[in-house]
């Protein structure tokens, strides 16, 4: 098995060459997401839609149900006990046999250049179908002599096809095996690139096809070797759909949507792909089968934190350098003695607030007192907590409460607003801003960055193992500190936020949009009497003037919100916005928030947590992109 000095910078799955080594990198976690919908009797004889943001294991989870995998996996199934039972549970493998022929075709070799061809779009969508019949049928072919260890081209003829061409599709010519069919979808797909590389097509060269028919003509009773079936279902996966033109796709949906079949068929692409109103929706399901990956996440936080540190450590476990952990050498806690100086002036600088904001009142006089009492039996940490807390109660009850009488307020009362109020993750943040205390860094720091996407993830994950191995190789302590964590999760942001324009779509508008939007949170955000609690990230698109939300299918269909749309569309295709439901307000009622992707948090200096946003109608979002 390859080993590499820092194996966190393999992303991708096709980056990892050896099968094995790709079984056992992999975190079988997401595979839930199939057994619920294999329990629901939803998972086989269905078109599914496997969709998320780049980088969050679209094509390392189709890479799972290829023949290579199949075998590796099953080779080693005594080292992948857990993993085995999975796919064994989904009735893809057995001790005894494969049952699964995963097919995977990659939507991304010149489908595209076919919508540019001087022909009407009848002819050209009979191309498009005849190229992705020809290429189905190879890859089947191919996936065939691969689960049964068979050489390209010779082991095509030990294959043996009958199928019982009642439609025609094949315009009356029959095969008797593996050679004869790849040799007719081998002919169709160089009609087609003849027609690619002409100036003018000549419609005689290419057999266009009416109907994608692959799946019909590719059935596990089909195919025998030697006289003996050798699996019992095929899989249809089709990746980076997104690739294809919006024509394309459409035709593609739309084909499959009307002629369904009992075809297991699961297509993969990046949330590009949806419409803008697709993505902007909040509140309605869709009309097909879907797995969205990091949604999935969403509501399992715990399970998400347990897969990626057992990503990190099999990951670190493969460095040639002899590390065999990563989260042992995450420091979590801060040694408090090295800010010592810093929390004494924050407690220092909040008495002085507290002492101004009081000075002419009595009602706060025992709070003080349990103050100054403290002072005598706590660490500077806690104090500095302790005093922003108080700080930021007082601030919000003399805004309040100018007019009411001056009787003073006992320490439990205090005591009750400080365990049953919203101040201490505001206080944390606060203390950390003002003393300079590393706030990013941690384990769960490092989970909340991923924002559920396995390669953001491995992007900080990588940067920090890398720092690691300097450390060793210098001869110096291994385990990093959550000073140095910090900078260097901050050095990761800023290089992701100045490539931010060269990847996405609308990149001026959407940067100027988050740059208004993380102004705006921030100082929302860092107001003295902490009004949102643990702060702002995210927002919610509300009818103006009204407390309501827009009407679904409203504000994003509207034209004159076109800029807005396709900037906030951009954001959560390209995972920078989040959508989550919430429920607020006295009828419980339910809003889709946008919230900021965590390494954005970082880079405005705003908390990781969910939970704090704030109502802004299209106008003023507008406003943050073109004024």
Known sequence: MSRLRNPFVMRNAEKIESSEQFIRLYDTTILDALTQKYDEGKLWDNIIYIHSSPGAGKTSLLRVFEPASLKALRGNRSNYKAFFSRMEHLGTVSNERINLLGVSLQCTRNYETLEELSLSDGHKTRYFFSLLNARIVIAT???ILQLENLTFPEGLNRIKYEYKDESNFFLQESFVNGKQLYDWASSIERGVYKAIDSFLPDLNDVQGHDELFAFSVLQPEHFTIDGERVFNRILFMLDDTHKLTPTQRKKLETYLRERRGNFSIWISERLEALEPKENLRTTYG?????????TYWHDRQKKLKESLINIANTRANLSTEGLSSFSDYIESNIDEEDFKL????????????IKKMTEHTIKYDEWKDYLYARSKNSSPLELAHLYKKVEILITRLVKKDQLSLEFPLSVEELQAKLDGSDVTPAAKLFVAKESEVPFYHGLSTLVDLSSNNFEQFLNFSSDLFE??????????????????????????????????PKQIPYAKDVVKFLSEFGAFAKQQTYQRNAPYGAGINGFTVKEKNTGKLFIENKWYENEVYTVLINVISTCISYNLLEVRKTKQGEKNQEWGVYYLNRWLCVKFGLPLSYGGFRHKNADELTKWIIK
């Open 141 to 143: 072919l191919r996936s």
């Open 286 to 294: 869709r009309d097909y089968l879907e797995i969205n990956i990091e």
């Open 342 to 353: 810093g929390f004494n002036n924050v407690v220092e600088s909040t008495l002085e607030r």
């Open 467 to 500: 720092e690691m191995l300097s450390n060793k190789l210098l001869g110096e302590q291994i385990s990093l500190s959550p000073e140095r964590q910090e900078k260097i999760i901050q050095k990761v942001v800023e290089k992701k936020w100045d490539d931010l």
